[in-house]
C-alpha cells in the first residue's frame, strides 16, 4: 500500500514557476513508477509526465516538454514536478500516481495509486 500527498500547488501568474512535491509512504518507494497527471475543468485526466522507479529517465506530454521537470528523491519518498513558464492553459487539479515496476506509463489505468491532487491556477 502506497499514500500520497501531493503540495505546492497555488496561483501564479503567467510566465511564473511552481514546484509541486508528491510525498509517498511506504518503504518500497524505489520501486515505482512515478507520474503526474492532471485534470483540466470540463476535460479528461491528462499524462503530464512521468520517472521511472530509478529516476533515470523521464517522459512528458507535448504541451509540457522544456517547460515542466519531473524529478524524485528516493531517499526522501518524494517525486517533484518543477513547473516553469507557466500558461493559463496549464490551470487544473494536478496529481501525483504511483505504478509498481520500473516500466511507465501515460495511461491513468496503469497506476494504482493516486494522490488527492493539488489546485493549480495560471491567471492571464
Known amino acids: 500500500q502506497v499514500q500520497l500527498v501531493e503540495s505546492g500547488g497555488g496561483l501564479v501568474q503567467a510566465g511564473g514557476s511552481l514546484r509541486l512535491s508528491c510525498a509517498a509512504s511506504g518503504r518500497t518507494f524505489s520501486s515505482y513508477t512515478m507520474g503526474w497527471f492532471r485534470r483540466a475543468p470540463g476535460k479528461e485526466r491528462e499524462f503530464v509526465a512521468a520517472?521511472?522507479?530509478?529516476?533515470?529517465?523521464?517522459y512528458y506530454a507535448d504541451s509540457v516538454k522544456g517547460r515542466f521537470t519531473i524529478s524524485r528523491d528516493n531517499a526522501k519518498n518524494t517525486v517533484y514536478l518543477q513547473m516553469n513558464s507557466l500558461k493559463p492553459e496549464d490551470t487544473a487539479v494536478y496529481y501525483c500516481?504511483?505504478?509498481?515496476?520500473?516500466?511507465?506509463?501515460?495511461?491513468?489505468?496503469?497506476?494504482?495509486?493516486w494522490g488527492q491532487g493539488t489546485q493549480v491556477t495560471v491567471s492571464s
Open positions: 520517472i521511472r522507479s530509478s529516476g533515470a529517465y523521464t
Open positions: 500516481a504511483a505504478r509498481f515496476g520500473p516500466s511507465y506509463s501515460t495511461d491513468s489505468t496503469d497506476y494504482n495509486y
